[in-house]
């Protein structure tokens, strides 16, 4: 495909709105995880937090694997390069979240200290490396990564690791940290819920901070502002992150309402992130005219309208099932809760 298409525009918006679920979902996971061994202090606790994730996780991550689906169908030649370039982070992550999934499912099956404490920091690397690595992978998308005109990457993993890749890292670290400060507090009681409370509040600042650098380093490293001077509707995107990140500081006692505006934060700060490339998918710091755009990478006409069909179809059931798991395991996590022998 070589010109434009509503089709190639429509699952553009999805491929972005997939991973800002992605985002949303895992991301207060991923941030409990990073938390674990700060904010627990007993045995008691780490199971509390293990309990606030375990029934989420593996449907959670449902949605990482749509993302990667979506980009092998829709935009092919943006999977083959994407998944080339950022081999290393893509492996890196992938054995990360294989080690917390394990971490997550066998902690409770053998009683001793020492498998539980292995377990633990399976979780906690688990956790801090895909937020790091997803971070870095996205800052370097948005300011453009080293390919030419044959999608052939000229680099390594230490030259994404520059100022604004990290700086991004930090972002994503900071952003679910505080979503997942914010869900612990929607599901324990007492000290925990207090203590995780006042680790939204604290993680909050700092998020704050790095989210302004962020944008100003945005406008100095990346061309994301560009479509906002273009089409200034686009604005609503950072506009809806910088409000529901200050509305979920002043909503912080209600957990479920400052919950979902970290989660509306998160697919704001997606969005502003993924549209401000538009069309690109994978920019090119070499060349412009190495682009991977939605015009040159899309798949045909006829697929594209046959997986929006499945997509249709299927989407709803996973959106209907996973709503189930989360109002099913809405309860807050006691003792009692913990004694149950399904309990992680």
């Known amino acids: 495909m070589t010109e434009f298409s509503t089709l190639a525009l429509i699952w553009f918006v999805l491929w972005a709105l997939l991973w800002a679920v992605y985002f949303v979902s895992d991301g207060f996971d991923l941030g409990m995880g990073i938390l674990l061994p700060f904010i627990s202090s007993s045995e008691q606790d780490r199971r509390v937090i293990y309990n606030a994730a375990g029934p989420y996780w593996d449907a959670n991550e449902v949605w990482l694997i749509t993302a990667g689906g979506v980009t092998f169908a829709a935009f092919p030649k943006a999977y083959a390069v994407m998944f080339s370039a950022l081999y290393a982070p893509l492996l890196l992550l992938l054995f990360a979240l294989i080690f ?27 956790s801090f490396l895909p937020a790091l690595l997803l971070g870095v992978a996205f800052a370097n998308l948005f300011q453009g990564i080293p390919i030419d005109g044959q999608g052939v ?117 997606t969005f502003f992130g993924v549209m401000g490339m538009f069309p690109s998918l994978l920019p090119s710091s070499i060349d412009p005219a190495f682009n991977v755009t939605i015009m040159n990478a899309a798949s045909s006409e006829l697929t594209l309208k046959i997986m929006l069909g499945v997509a249709g179809v299927c989407i709803p059931i996973v959106i209907a099932y996973q709503l189930w798991v989360y109002i099913t395991f809405s309860y807050r996590i006691t003792s009692e809760e913990l004694e149950k022998e399904d309990a992680y």
């Open 100 to 126: 917390r999934g394990v971490s997550i499912a066998f902690r409770n099956k053998l009683d001793s200290p020492v498998w539980r404490g292995i377990c633990d920091h399976c979780q906690f690397l688990g």
């Open 153 to 269: 990457y000229h680099g390594n993993i230490l030259k994404l690791l520059n100022p604004y890749g990290l700086l991004g890292g930090l972002l994503f670290v900071l952003m679910f940290m505080h979503h997942g400060a914010l869900w612990l507090s929607l599901k324990a009681v007492g000290g925990l819920r207090e203590k995780a409370l006042a680790w939204a509040r604290t993680i909050w600042i700092y998020l704050v901070g790095a989210a302004v650098v962020f944008l100003a380093a945005s406008l100095y490293f990346t061309n994301l502002y560009d479509n906002i001077f273009k089409m200034p509707l686009l604005a609503i995107f950072p506009a809806l992150a910088v409000a529901a990140l200050l509305a979920s500081r002043l909503a912080t006692q209600n957990s479920l309402i400052s919950w979902i505006f970290s989660a509306l934060f998160i697919i704001g700060a």
